[in-house]
């Protein structure tokens, strides 16, 4: 008799993370020097790095082409990147309106046109978060839901009773197999996940696995 599956999941209202539906632009001007600023939403490294590269050529003839990015839900990874303005000048403050946002799998581009006077550390600090700002304030943004791909195995005389849990939970499914033991491939929310979890748990002889 397959053994019955409970997975604790770690997610509360407070803790919901957003990202943006579409790319974004800001501006802030300081003293002659022009900050141009960019949200992307993305979802790796690799498309972080394209995005940097054609930047750089676009605006090549920029002074700084500085950034932040954040990725992930629960145990988020992120990186800043000064580029050559003073140590935590302008990647800190533009992560830092990221992580007060909420806001993950995104990309913050602020490329500075420099006017010819030096703004000193508050003065970067101040105009690479107020780009940001700006970007950010032009942004729509979207909860960020964790995809969970499951797999759910019951006996056929279980079919209803997995099939409205299925549909109630709006899981989408990806591949199903129905013989002497019933095979579905499903995919939906890590919240809603929790929740089929819990009510699977009731019907005899069903597990459910992350795939």
Known sequence: ???KL???VK???????????EVSKGIFKDR???FLAFAFPVKE?????MILKDLRKEYHDARHHCYAFRLGIDNFYFRSNDDGEPSGTAGK???GQLVSKKLSNILLVVVRYFGGKLLGTSGLINAYRMAAADCLSNSKTEALKEIVNAEI???YEQMSSVM???NETSFKIMHQDFQTSCYIQVSGDRKNYELAVHRFTVLKDVTITTL
Do not use: A, H, K, Y
């Open 93 to 95: 403050p533009i992560l």
């Open 164 to 166: 409205r849990i299925i």
């Open 1 to 3: 008799m397959p053994r």
């Open 6 to 8: 409970i997975v604790n």
């Open 11 to 21: 997610m509360s209202e407070d803790q919901e993370i957003f990202t943006i539906r």
């Open 153 to 155: 195995c019951f006996p």
């Open 45 to 49: 490294e690799d498309e972080i790095r």
């Open 32 to 34: 002659g020097s022009r």
